[in-house]
């Protein structure tokens, strides 16, 4: 009877006994010390250990991402939740529930289109055609939105991207990555700007697409650790926020209310 | 009229222009590739970045804590919500959100009741007498549970502890810390293993807390940066459970059931 | 400068003034006390209020969904936060939050399936032939899964779809209604059970979502309200397991854990 | 065995065979199309039955509380959810985890209140002097905030709580409740008024828990309540998000931003 009970979550994760924690593995005390936290982040996710090479650019992508200011929907929840009364955990959860399909699902669908892309290319199309011909797939199976590229603040570039692909292309010089991602996220810079006639910026979401999938994150994963990086920014924020103080903070000063479309409006 | 809208929501964390990001005054891209992950999360909450050698004991707290496996109530949240349907953003939400007072306060309440002793021992009292003190106004004016110390699970010691604490007074052979919460945890496991009559080992919130304090994080950081460590434990099970799949998937096997103990069961 | 700031929010569905606050035009004062709780959760959604027989109608589905025990991953999730020191806004954000897609989505997706089938029957198809169709192409496009019906638990029956399908043909003979999606959902029943050569239980998803068809709600909303009911079930477990007390519970009793299998096993 | 698995999760709410559901042991299809949404809620939530009056008083105070409008941090949240890409038990869930104690729970925290002053009052002191006492000791050993009392927007009045407080005592009148907590309520409303010197016009929260105190709701149930009403409006405005669109919806319109007030800011 017993075997059904703890079988029922069964994991490659973690095991422990008293005294004892063993993760993928490895006795924690063994990695407390020893390994990074990007180290960490990495073995846990995918069950063995970077090269520090890998670890090292896999880092660039979790310091990238932290923060975007109080007007992204995640930050703004996060501050908003502290003034209600919430604790740092629940402020963190409600801006990491907002990183939903629009606002935190564009890394994991970049790394899926660039595997497309790829594919394409190593079956042997060329590169510009293989990328025209899977924008086109995506807009047509998808979305009109191509995830990774487009900002309607930064423009015509966002600082991060030409940062994040260049310590790609030095990772690639150096064997510690292939390349053949950046090459893909900037075949899709030419392709858009082409096709639009003015810069469709890469954001930081196609950027670190590129590094998640020269490192072979699954997409999945790449939002998840996203959604990590951005964590940051949520408890910088939201313990901000809590340092200024402010009781039931709403998005707008409280002077200018919202309009009112509906029928019989009071005043009439 | 610009200004009162823009001053609503005010910060010094970040500043932006199109094309340009400011992390506590530092451009975005002089700090990707440059600084790593933990020195990120050490400017973003404080605003200024610590030595390499702060940086390293910091790292080892964030290490330590993410994943004590799926009987953890934010693990298990992390799992099921996957089966229902959520992606990982919703997963790390649900797991965040139970970090509460209870299953993720007791950092930062170890952190207080660390800064207590502190105060008090810097005021001239010795270690072992102010800890006893304040342990007993701890259970006078807050809980019975004393935060940091006790463990279901790991007896006679959590691994992580002797672990983290070793650590600690290595980085203040060096100078990095000063090593007085070392000496306060280190002196209120004496206490509590006198007072019971058996040990009660420091656990992962008492020994993170001792790196915490010695590095000057305030209270509610210590419980924002344990929902950070803890939430790669969630994506790691998240993503897991997703590969295996499952749909609906509650706490117990579904051959189970609970037991109803109220009016009028069936069958009777 | 105000405009563009006030008409960033915009709704039709409240308008307020200092001492005034009007829900869809009605003064809030003339709604207490007069109008049922139903009636005003389908004049906020809707922005028309209901006839009684619609409204009871209505109820009927509220009612039916509120609660389905201790091991749908939502209940567990509420239970398993308060202990984690969440008040019961906490436990109730981390159950509905569990209600996505496989949990609490496929009243939404029954609604859109029956949808289907009413709009093939409209336009001339025989009712039978429609049901075959559409499911067929559910199958293909959507899911294998169709939604709102089977159960894993209650066979041959769930014992609220035929109390609500009775209730739905008693307002369709009085003309509350039309009765089409009572008429759909037997159908599918019937067709269901043939294709399988056994009982295919119409559910609470699919029995529900037949009373929104016929209310003409959006699918959507039959989300959102299945939510709203079962956040009932959640404040009451919630505020059971409050009073039962417990610390931290996890899903099963912690003489069981986990199974690990992965590598290099504790005590191998 | 198989006793310790089915007794971890416990419960007097819900009892469950194959085809049967019991609810506070009523079959489910006794109480579908029987009891109202507002009886099934009472029923739950303390397992006995309302008499009609009490429910119809009770479904008063869930009517009253469904919305406050879009710059409630609680109804922002969930029109920025659905335009993060979130599904309406999403946009929910973070409107509800708002309601802590800051946002939601005041009313909680002024059924408590209005029983430390019946108590005195029962124990014999006159009811003006009870209050007083009460109020000063609520500001000495909780908050200077009086729960329940007080809005920045609604001067002199709330339309709510006249109309809520009138409807009680008509209850009070017919002998459905007895009528001490409305004359609690008044008479907190003219001792804040006498100290202020001016109106502390009675809110929602305050005339919602003189409901729920007069039908003997535990206080943390008062809280349950209110994030169950105001689910209402979460539903509502996320449902009307939805259908205006919109990508990343952040709290203020694009080109305001926030003012950035740290170090080295771009532009100097």
Redesign the interface.
């Known amino acids: 009877?017993?075997?059904?009970?703890?079988?029922?979550?069964?994991?490659?994760?973690?095991?422990?006994?008293?005294?004892?924690?063993?993760?993928?593995?490895?006795?924690?005390?063994d990695?407390?010390?020893t390994?990074?936290?990007?180290q960490?982040?990495w073995l846990?996710?995918r069950?063995d250990l970077p090269t520090e090479a890998e670890a090292k650019l896999f880092?660039?992508a979790?310091?990238?991402a932290?923060?975007?200011?109080?007007?992204?929907?995640?930050i703004?929840?996060a501050?908003?939740?502290v003034?209600?009364?919430?604790?740092?955990?629940?402020a963190?959860?409600?801006a990491?529930?907002?990183?939903?399909?629009?606002?935190?699902?564009a890394g994991?669908q970049a790394v899926e289109l660039y595997g497309w892309i790829d594919e394409a290319v190593q079956g042997g199309q060329p590169l510009e055609e293989a990328t025209g011909t899977m924008i086109d797939r995506w807009q047509a199976e998808r979305s009109k939105f191509i995830p990774g590229f487009g900002h309607?603040?930064?423009?015509?570039?966002?600082?991060?991207a030409?940062?994040?692909l260049g310590?790609v292309e030095e990772a690639a010089s150096k064997g510690v990555v292939s390349g053949r991602f950046a090459a893909i996220g900037r075949q899709m810079q030419a392709t858009l700007n082409a096709r639009k006639g003015k810069p469709v910026p890469m954001n930081i979401d196609g950027a670190t697409a590129v590094i998640y999938a020269e490192l072979d994150f699954?997409g999945?994963?790449a939002?998840?650790?996203f959604?990590?990086s951005r964590?940051?920014?949520a408890?910088?924020?939201?313990?901000?926020q809590?340092q200024?103080g402010g009781?039931?903070?709403?998005?707008?000063?409280?002077?200018?209310?919202?309009?009112?479309?509906?029928?019989?409006?009071?005043?009439e």
């Open positions: 009877m017993k075997n059904d009970v703890s079988d029922w979550w069964s994991t490659e994760i973690i095991d422990m006994a008293p005294g004892q924690i063993r993760m993928r593995g490895h006795p924690i005390e990695l407390i010390g390994v990074s936290f990007p960490m982040i846990m996710t069950g880092e660039c979790l310091v990238a932290v923060d975007h200011g109080p007007q992204a929907p995640s703004a929840a501050r908003m939740a003034t209600c009364g919430l604790s740092l955990n629940g963190m959860a409600n990491v529930n907002m990183l939903d399909d629009v606002h935190g699902g994991e309607r603040f930064h423009k015509p570039e966002d600082p991060r030409p940062r994040l310590l699954a999945p994963l939002r998840g650790l959604c990590l964590s940051v920014g408890i910088a924020h939201g313990w901000e809590m200024q009781r039931n903070k709403g998005p707008t000063p409280p002077a200018y209310r919202w309009t009112y479309t509906g029928k019989n409006p009071i005043g």
